[in-house]
């Protein structure tokens, strides 16, 4: 039987393709990964995640989002506030956030979590090399937004980015708040705002 695993009571597991097997007394069983799964990250995750977002971000920019105790900070304080894809067992691609409690963002946003707050920053996403350029960044945020809708007292999602991946937050429903405080290695970024109590993405039956 595949187990259904989630750190979280508002999320789900969501399997896009459930392996079927008939088992008799006399087969052996064994265990089996579901194709695919969504759930939250947990700290047994990080050096899968750090890997990949590693290949990601330091040959654009020379810079990773999160470093890896960042990353297993992040994944021990809120894990609630992060969601992975995973592929028979195997992480593809992943959201990592954290509570914020001011209107924008600033260089402290970066490294803390301030927990009961109505608002996420959004630190990183980052999809595996081999399964870019075909739609599983949006795939997921689109299942991240829809998973914060769910979860009490939440209002909000921010993150910044560079201006090139702009367009692609505009069409995911965020909107410009304009320059951020923020830089990185002499980097310039936007900061960009999702309304979770929006219509933006929305649909009937979401499984809130």
Not at 81 to 86: I, R, T, Y
Request: aromatic share 10%; with cysteine.
């Amino acid at each position: 039987m595949t187990k259904q695993v989630s750190g979280s009571p508002f999320l789900k597991p969501f399997f896009l393709k459930t392996p079927v097997r008939v088992v008799t007394s006399r087969q052996q069983r064994r265990h089996t990964l579901p194709a695919s799964e969504f759930r939250n990250l947990t700290p047994q995750d990080a050096i899968s995640v750090f890997e990949i977002e590693r290949e990601a971000f330091v040959s654009v920019s020379g810079e990773c989002p999160l470093t890896l105790n960042e990353v297993l900070n992040f994944l021990g304080q809120c894990p609630e506030l992060s969601l992975g894809w995973f592929e028979e067992g195997q992480l593809v691609a992943f959201i990592i956030g954290s509570g914020w409690h001011k209107e924008r963002l600033s260089q402290e946003a970066m490294t803390q979590h301030v927990p009961d707050t109505p608002t996420v920053h959004i630190h990183v996403l980052s999809v595996h090399r081999h399964c870019r350029q075909q739609g599983k960044g949006s795939i997921l945020l689109w299942r991240y937004l829809q998973y914060l809708r769910c979860m009490p007292g939440l209002r909000r999602a921010l993150l910044i980015c560079e201006d090139f991946l702009v367009p692609f937050y505009l069409k995911a429903g965020f909107k410009e708040k304009g320059p951020s405080e923020i830089s990185v290695s002499n980097m310039q970024f936007q900061e960009m705002e999702y309304m979770l109590n929006g219509q933006v993405y929305a649909r009937r039956n979401s499984g809130c």
